[in-house]
């Protein structure tokens, strides 16, 4: 086979990181709830200059052991959803993913200060809002290390990375 021939036949590298994020999470021993999906246009981001963005937020509650964390999760809705109020069936949580971007933000949150977060996601260091953000990830971290060890969290993050 040539090289050619076998970058061809290698699988990018998001769907082998998918994989071993499921492989991952089946190995936690989390289990999650996912609420019914709510349909909103509320805006997302700065309220100076958000606009509104129709989407489906969902409420996850990952527990684990008498622990749990409660994750508010969106995704995007397209033009027949819009119309529908309603998401396509396959619009589900894919709750794997959810915990490893969650330990992601939560993570670069505790690793950083207020200002170095700002400064790195694009946030006024005098926005209210963002500091709200802020702390919610770095409250979201101790909640999720109550669920994952430190390394699992790292591993998580990283895989997150590679979606």
Known sequence: ??????????????????????????????????????YSTEPMGE??????????????????????????????????????????????PQLPEVLASVCQESLEAHEQSFDDWASTFGYDTDSRHAESIYRLCCERYHQAKGLVSGEQMVALSDLASRL
Request: aromatic content about 8%.
């Open 47 to 92: 309220p100076k200059t958000a606009k509104p963005w129709p989407h489906f937020a969902y409420t996850i509650t990952f527990s684990k052991g008498g622990r749990s964390m409660v994750v508010e999760w969106s995704c995007g809705a397209d033009d027949k959803e819009r119309e529908r109020h309603a998401p396509n069936r396959d619009r589900r």
């Open 1 to 38: 086979m040539t090289t050619n021939e076998q970058n061809q036949a290698a699988e990018p590298d998001h769907v082998i990181a998918r994989r071993e994020l499921d492989s991952l999470f089946a190995t936690l021993g989390i289990s999650a709830e996912v609420g019914a999906p709510r």
